[in-house]
């Protein structure tokens, strides 16, 4: 039977209607086939928000080589360093959310967030584990007249704001453990900014009466017994600070450790964060990181990513009020 020109093509058109989504569905398939499983396209990059050099680069670049060893591929530190840590979270949470860009974040994504300098807050990204905490300690001069804490509180209390202690910058975590302490003391003191590398040194030549820092900062000054640490800033005795008592044991209810982790670009795959969470809590078990970590002032601290992200929110919260209460939540 002939078959017109138009029916022709309205069959042509039938077939073509018709084989169209198999033939979309086997392209997909097959694009998916050519893509290697995670990690195996690799590398992966780790996005430190500090200099290179500085504690957290020199922390994340021993995490790296572990998580390189259980995943069998590369791990990369890249130091993206400026505006509080924003310009390396607004590089990472614009990246593609496959498990390739991550970023070895800390407290700073919600001081940075309620200082104004991000547009977005911890909820850009999916918590993967935290991997250690730090210990904020106050520390005098090794010739100070302080013994301990609750002589330094209560001098600051007969005598408001000539006490000068320093800390690490404006907004800066150890700025925040400052305002704390003084606020749950009920004492005044002159607060002075530093930048980083300042800080220790402006202590040591006089400039200042007390500081807040992190320890690892403090290392060779303490072995040299130049300072004296007169209180860890943290819930309970660290084991490698064992003999600087808390500000809670001295009677002010103050404890905000500095952690450090891993985060990626939210919505990336359960699977891949699930993968990225044992590599990370198989490299925190081994011995050869936790030596490493403590000759650095740091302690292993792993946290799976559900209970990471928890801490992350509880402390989030907790910030924007102490920012909020000196003015600096924007």
């Known amino acids: 039977m002939k078959i017109s020109g138009r029916e022709a093509n309205l069959r042509s058109l039938s077939r073509n209607v018709v084989l169209t989504p198999f033939i979309s569905a086997l392209f997909a398939l097959t694009a998916w086939a050519q893509e290697p499983p995670y990690p195996q396209r690799g590398p992966i990059e780790i996005t430190v928000l500090f200099p290179a050099g500085s504690s957290a680069d020199v922390t994340a670049r021993l995490l790296a080589d572990g998580m390189a060893k259980e995943l069998a591929q590369r791990v990369l530190v890249v130091n993206r360093p400026g505006a509080g840590g924003a310009i390396g979270y607004k590089h990472v949470a614009s990246q593609k959310a496959d498990g390739y860009a991550l970023v070895w974040n800390s407290n700073s994504i919600s001081t940075t967030y309620h200082s104004g300098q991000l547009a977005f807050d911890y909820q850009a990204f999916d918590a993967v584990a935290r991997v ?77 009466d007390a500081l807040v820092q992190l320890p690892a900062a403090l290392a060779g000054p303490a072995k040299q017994s130049q300072v004296r640490l007169i209180a860890a800033l943290i819930p309970s005795r660290d084991p490698a600070l064992a003999d600087v008592p808390t500000a809670r044991e001295q009677g002010i209810d103050v404890a905000l450790e500095a952690w450090r982790g891993i985060a990626v670009p939210r919505g990336t795959p359960a699977a891949v964060i699930a993968q990225l969470e044992t590599a990370i809590r198989a490299t925190v078990a081994a011995a050869e990181f936790r030596q490493a970590s403590e000759r650095l002032g740091v302690r292993p601290a792993y946290l799976p990513a559900a209970q990471f992200a928890e801490l992350i929110a509880r402390e989030d919260a907790a910030i924007a009020r102490l920012m909020q209460s000196v003015g600096l939540k924007k």
Request: proline share 5%; charged share 15%.
């Open 132 to 208: 250690l905490v730090e210990s904020p300690v106050v520390a005098v001069r090794a010739d100070s007249r302080w013994k301990n804490l609750g002589e330094l509180v209560a001098d600051a209390k007969t005598r408001p704001k000539a006490i000068s202690v320093g800390h690490s910058g404006i907004g800066s975590h150890t700025h925040l453990c400052l305002v704390a302490l003084f606020q749950a003391a009920g004492a005044e003191v002159t607060e002075v900014p530093f930048a980083a590398a300042q800080v220790v040194p402006s202590l040591l030549g006089g400039h200042v």
